[in-house]
């Protein structure tokens, strides 16, 4: 059983950065697709950035330049380092672990930029 466990959202200015975690538990984390979604109010739940097992990333065009998406097998962990934040990124975020089974989710991490 995957849990998934996502850290380091909060409220940040505009032009700020954030940089969220997502901890993982279970076995063979390395040879899963990773991603961060998020989903703002009223809208739905969207793609901001996926990382493979063979470390391709691919990014929405709204968080390219700006977001960057990385993992640590070993920790088991994936990141999503966020500059140059903007009030439309307002948002909870969620971390995701894709397997040929299912998808796993967490709990997701509250994002407000706002000055």
């Known amino acids: 059983q995957v849990q998934l466990v996502e850290s380091g959202g909060g409220l940040v200015q505009p032009g700020g950065s954030l940089r969220l975690s997502c901890a993982a538990s279970?076995?063979?984390?390395?040879?899963?697709?990773l991603g961060w979604y998020r989903q703002a109010p009223g809208k739905q739940r969207e793609l901001v950035a996926s990382i493979t097992s063979g470390f391709s990333t691919i990014y929405a065009d709204s968080a390219k330049g700006r977001f960057t998406i990385s993992r640590d097998n070993p920790k088991k962990t994936v990141y999503l380092q966020m500059n140059n934040l903007k009030p439309v990124d307002t948002a909870v975020y969620y971390c995701n672990l894709h397997s040929v089974y299912r998808d796993y989710w967490g709990q997701g991490t509250q994002v407000t930029v706002s000055s």
């Open positions: 279970g076995n063979f984390f390395s040879i899963y697709d």
